[in-house]
């Protein structure tokens, strides 16, 4: 398949760049690592692929041509409002043509989630499916005219899309079929997130921050970060930012207040049924939740329960799962790592255990609450209450992940896999 190849713009500013016209390479690659970019350029970049003698052979017929707002020149330079942004920022993103990914896309873009000046290179995966729904999504990017915007890739080899990336958005995943063991579901997605794994410990950045969205992410993330032996374990998260996003939405009406009043929430676990919102150490306008909403039954249970299967009946009444509150819930999550989180406050995402300072069983990933200040790193939150019913529940989530562990032994370089599943508590969304 053919590789359509946009030269780059240069990767630190501010430099002293010449004008000259974007232009669009077609470039012949192996059958199975097609790649397509598109890049708004303004100096000459080293070509990254193949060396130049395997290149020759593999693409006699290259050529190039100017293509659309590419052919226009431009000095970043010389531009008052470029000159004195950051260095481009490298972000890829699996499943780049699905729902979640359609509405994430443009946030990236437009400079909601980094900052208005941080420029950003997309660097979209995708399968032989979607190659051309791909070229699509290039192509609306195109149309959008984000000035922050100054390259888009598309393929569908980890090993060439995710060169270089500095974050990782794992979001593509075979979603859960009719009759589907769970098992069966963790072993299938379980290759899927192994290759990229492997991919981004051969080709990304040695610091790259990684969100594992796919189901089921914790697993999935485990298994990432065991097949990136390169990568600080710390680097991976998996998802839970929209389960805190619908707790805090929850906690907010049974108050009667915006949802801006709630702070300190905690998703702890899996990003299953057996998530535990922690309404313990949450706070409504600075006050712990138990002092404003006292209704003890409501709390540990029509709570807990709505924010376990709000996905599900998400899906009865649209028809399919969440794909904009959860590209929201993604740029929430970057934001808390790329900024500092206010005093006293912290968010949930799920991290990899090994040193907590909670008792919860290592080398897995769980949900937990963690604070940044804003350089991508996170520490986790020392100062939280337990009591019985929150480690109970801590306690369940914990066996369900040591199970779905042990079922990807295999996948993780530990051995063979054994499945003991306590129950089927996938969310509904991946049934």
């Known amino acids: 398949m053919a590789a359509i190849d946009l030269s780059s713009p240069a990767r630190s500013s501010p430099a002293p760049l010449s004008p000259r016209r974007g232009s669009l390479h077609l470039l012949l690659r192996r059958p199975r690592r097609p790649s397509v970019r598109c890049s708004l350029d303004a100096a000459p970049k080293q070509a990254q692929g193949p060396p130049a003698a ?14 659309g707002v590419f052919c226009t020149t431009y000095d970043l330079r010389a531009d008052e409002k470029t000159k004195s942004w950051k260095s481009l920022v490298n972000v890829a993103v699996s499943g780049a043509a699905g729902m979640i990914s359609n509405h994430l896309l443009f946030k990236l873009a437009s400079g909601e989630v980094f900052g208005p000046d941080q420029p950003i ?14 070229e699509g999504v290039a192509m609306e990017l195109e149309d959008s005219l984000y000035p922050l915007l100054r390259e888009v890739s598309i393929g569908i080899d980890p090993y060439v899309v ?15 079929g009719p009759g ?11 290759q899927i997130f192994a290759e990229q794994g492997k991919a981004l410990n051969s080709v990304a950045s040695r610091n790259v921050k990684v969100i594992v ?42 108050a009667g207040v915006f ?26 306008n600075g006050r712990p939740v138990k002092e404003v909403i006292k209704d003890t039954k409501w709390l540990e249970d029509e709570f807990t329960k709505t924010v376990q299967k709000r996905g599900g ?10 794909a904009a509150s959860t590209a929201v819930s993604i740029v929430d999550a970057i934001r808390s790592l790329v900024n500092p989180t206010p005093e006293g406050d912290w968010f949930s995402t799920g991290v990899y255990t090994t040193g907590n300072p909670y008792g919860i069983a290592e080398d897995i990933v769980f949900s937990m609450p963690c604070r940044s200040n804003g350089d991508g790193d996170y520490e986790l939150v020392k100062d939280v209450a337990m009591d019985d019913f929150l480690w109970e529940r801590i306690k369940k989530s914990e066996a369900e992940l040591l199970a779905e562990k042990r ?12 499945c003991d599943l306590p129950g089927d508590t996938m969310l509904p969304g991946e049934m």
């Open 54 to 67: 395997v290149a020759a052979e593999e693409a006699p017929t290259a050529r190039k041509e100017c293509y």
């Open 259 to 284: 949802y801006d009043k709630v702070s300190n929430m905690t998703i702890w676990g899996n990003h299953s049924t057996t998530q535990v919102p922690d309404f313990l150490n949450a706070k409504i």
């Open 180 to 190: 589907m063991e769970r098992s069966a579901l963790l072993d299938i997605n379980g």
């Open 407 to 418: 079922c990807v032994a295999h996948l993780t370089g530990e051995g063979n896999a054994f």
């Open 313 to 322: 009946v998400l899906i009865q009444k649209w028809g399919r799962s969440s």
């Open 213 to 254: 969205v796919g189901n089921p992410c914790n697993t999935n993330a485990l298994i990432c970060l065991k097949n990136a032996p390169n990568i600080p374990a710390k680097n991976f998260h998996a998802l839970t930012r929209l389960d805190e996003n619908r707790a805090k939405c929850q906690l907010a009406l049974k």
């Open 162 to 176: 995710f060169e270089d990336a500095e974050w990782a958005l794992l979001i593509g995943a075979k979603p859960r």
């Open 121 to 134: 290179a997309l660097k979209l995966l995708g399968s032989e499916r979607s190659i051309q729904a791909l």
